[in-house]
């Protein structure tokens, strides 16, 4: 038989259940001989009813040790023995709070009204007079309705904490999820930023590397002059200086990535005015590069400084990929815009004239994908076409000051 409970039943009986039982099983009994021991003093019982009250009394005793278990089972066992035993009186009021306690409220409901009708005339059928029939209904319904709300109340504050506890360990599980979201957002900022300086200064490296390496197999050959020493010296000091700046910036931007509280230090950002810098490294290594800033200083200084990083990880994202998929080829960059006008980061370069003709230099493929992420949470879009021997990256962006 099920209890029909909306509380759970715990898996088995704690140490603490068996305690509770076995006082509630000792008061019983002894109420109930106190009880019956009053009654018989005064006379009102004699014959078969005083032969059969103690051992229906010790019924309704024994089966409060299965009151968790089968709650209305022990209701309705209890039933007889309350209203024809006085001495079930004391366990009588465990049985009805119990069931109030773990039965459904309609459940609960039919079984009080069982008890009602049982126990009302219970006078009548004990002493075989119905003088005091009515001070016996009154303390029978006393009786029942004292202990059934008793029993509704531990009902109602069991639920509430239950109902606490499902909102606690949901506002936890909540919590977990956002840190998983956190921690996973914070990942993807972290790649993001290691992909937009590695992919830029790698380039570089790997641009000085093949000059180098081409020089030394064209002089080997007898194709072309011997490198000198100062050659080979400021390669090698030009190869140098980009590792440095590569170490550099990653160190900038976890120190960025592990700033508290959200805020980014303003030093350690590339500002748009940083453009010019990334346009004369490219030229360093002889990437033909034509840049138009044509945005004044003051309109600059008012951007809001996740624009700035915005639009120089464009910048940079369009010169790296020109370097690595059309080299030598000319790139031009382009920043037009102003307030009421938004934001708008051109990069064009020329493709190359037969495929297979770029350098083999290595890169995860999710460089535009990462940038289009970035641009959309900054409010913009991002766009990259190749048409008429021309691939265009352009990143439009709303005019947003600090």
Known sequence: MTNGLDLALPAGRTW????????????AVFLGMVVLGVVEEQGELSGRAAELDPLLGLVACLALWWRRRFPLAVALIGLPTVALATSALPAGAVIVTN??????????????????????????LLYGRGADLLTDAVFCLAYLLTTFAWGHALRSR???LQRLRADAERARAEHERRLADARRGERQAIAREMHDVLAHRISLLSV????????????QAGAGPALDSVEVAESAEVIRGNAHEA????????????????GEPVSLLPRIEDIGSLVADA??????????????????????????????????????????HAPGAPVSVCLTGGPGRGLTVEVRNELPAAPGTAQAIP??????????????????????????????LCARLPWSAR
């Open 16 to 27: 603490r259940d068996w305690a509770v039982d076995a006082v509630l099983f000792c008061a």
């Open 99 to 124: 069931f109030a306690l773990r039965l459904r409220w309609r459940q609960a409901l039919l079984t009080l009204g069982a008890y009602v009708v049982c126990m009302v005339p219970s006078g009548l």
């Open 158 to 160: 069991r639920l509430l």
């Open 208 to 219: 000085h590397a093949g000059a180098l390496a081409y020089r030394t197999r064209q002089a």
């Open 247 to 262: 170490v550099e910036e990653l160190h900038e931007v976890l120190h960025l990535l592990r700033a508290e509280d959200g």
């Open 283 to 324: 030229r360093a290594t002889g990437q033909p590069v034509d840049f138009r800033p044509e945005l004044t200083a003051d309109a600059v200084h008012e951007l809001r400084w996740q624009l700035h990083r915005t639009v120089y990880r464009v910048a940079q994202e369009g010169l790296t990929n020109a370097r690595k």
């Open 363 to 392: 890169g995860t493929g999710a460089g535009l994908t990462g940038l289009a992420e970035r641009v959309r949470l900054d409010g913009g879009t991002l766009d990259h076409t190749a048409a008429d021997g021309t691939f265009t």
